[in-house]
């Protein structure tokens, strides 16, 4: 079986905004064409235009060569071969960031190709089950521009969570700080009157993670703030600080009341190395498509484990990325939790129409794939809908 072709799709929301703090307005998928017929379907988290530049742009040396011609002609089924070959033809530029991110979406279709042909479920693949069965976290989205509305509306997102059957979900929480909701300038106590409200509207038997989209300027300010938090029994407080500043991040691991979770943006298994080791993170949050892919994003969950940490998968993209996540956090036993919105939780359109999952939601918990490779299934008409180049 030799790849024939490489295609790269950049998909926009019609009515996206610059200004909005939500890479669910974007998507980059990656279709990888064989002669043989079957095709794999990758995803990745990442300003598609730049992606599509990394895998189609010609290469001018060794260190610097095209991601797609060191790929046409190749057997897709050496998914690690391939992996290698791309990550050290493309060293100069690559390495990090943008091109690990492109990377990712054609290692996971990659992977989907070798389902499809072995007859297996992703999840098998990377070495089988290692739980029966996966709890997503609904990822609670607010509104409004006074702390007041913003509290109310997680409240109202909160009850329809619970009223799903939800086990698990994550608020939002940031009205402050470099992403703050529609440039929001709430003081940081308001933020715990938030978070109070939203646990009080939970109830103790629902998990409570929250996300403050790198908000404190420091740790000893983060830590004025979250040192009262202790009583609402927060599963993870998410990427408080800056995520270089890892020293910082090691002092809240120490002293904050809560775990502390981060890694939506690294690159490679080597970043979380770091962020584990240096930062101290209790929990890691590999993204699969910005990771570099299933054989990194495994990495690191085995990394995890060897330190202790727990693995909660970060996943703010469609079906495919959701789907991509479910395989592997099946095959992962320290793997809490995963980020997932069903359509009747979803308010933007891409993500909710261009894939359906590739598993089933039952009572609270996720189900295993059964369909040989990734499973999701792309919608072509929503496809060409998004599509601009």
């Known amino acids: ?138 990822s609670l989205q607010p509104s409004g521009n006074r702390w007041e509305e913003y509290r109310d509306s997680l409240c109202i997102w909160a009850e329809r969570a619970k009223g799903l059957g939800f086990k698990a979900v994550k608020a939002e929480v940031t009205m402050n700080g470099p992403y703050a909701h529609d440039g929001m300038r709430e003081p940081y106590e308001n933020h715990t009157r938030v978070v109070e409200a939203v646990r009080k509207a939970l109830g103790k038997d629902i998990a409570l993670m929250i996300d403050v989209q790198y908000m404190w300027p420091d740790a000893e300010t983060a830590l004025r703030t979250i040192k009262d938090w202790a009583e609402f029994d927060i599963f993870f407080l998410e990427t408080p600080l800056w995520i270089d500043k890892l020293d910082d991040y090691a002092r809240l691991h120490h002293e904050a009341p809560m775990p502390i979770a981060a890694g939506e943006w690294q690159a490679t298994r080597y970043e979380f190395e770091e962020l584990m080791d240096r930062g101290k993170v209790d929990v890691a949050q590999p993204d699969i498509g910005r990771v570099g892919g299933f054989g990194e994003a495994k990495a690191v969950c085995d990394m995890a484990a060897e330190r202790g940490r727990i693995i909660v998968p970060h996943c703010w993209k469609t079906g495919i990325s959701v789907t991509a996540t479910a395989h592997l956090a099946f095959n992962t036993s320290h793997c809490r939790f995963i980020e997932y919105l069903p359509p009747s939780l979803c308010v933007d359109a891409l993500r909710k129409e261009l894939a359906e999952d590739g598993f089933t939601f039952n009572n609270g918990v996720i189900e295993k794939p059964t369909k040989p490779g990734l499973g999701a299934v792309l919608n072509e008409e929503a496809l060409r809908f998004f599509k601009v180049a």
């Open 1 to 138: 079986m030799k790849i024939t072709d490489i295609e790269c799709h950049v998909l926009l929301a019609p009515d996206m905004s610059t200004g909005s703090t939500s890479s669910a307005q974007d998507s980059f998928i990656v279709i990888i064409r064989t002669d043989e017929g079957i095709s794999g379907l990758g995803e990745s988290d990442v300003n598609p235009w730049i992606a599509k530049a990394c895998i189609e742009a010609p290469g001018t040396h060794t260190m610097g060569l095209g991601i797609k011609d060191m790929l046409i002609g190749a057997d897709p089924l050496q998914t690690e071969e391939l992996w290698h070959k791309m990550y050290v033809g493309t060293a100069m530029n690559g390495r990090r960031g943008a091109v690990i991110h492109a990377m990712g979406a054609i290692d996971m279709a990659l992977w989907d190709i070798r389902g499809k042909v072995e007859g297996k479920p992703i999840f098998e693949l990377l070495g089988g089950a290692e739980q029966a069965e996966v709890i997503p976290y609904a």
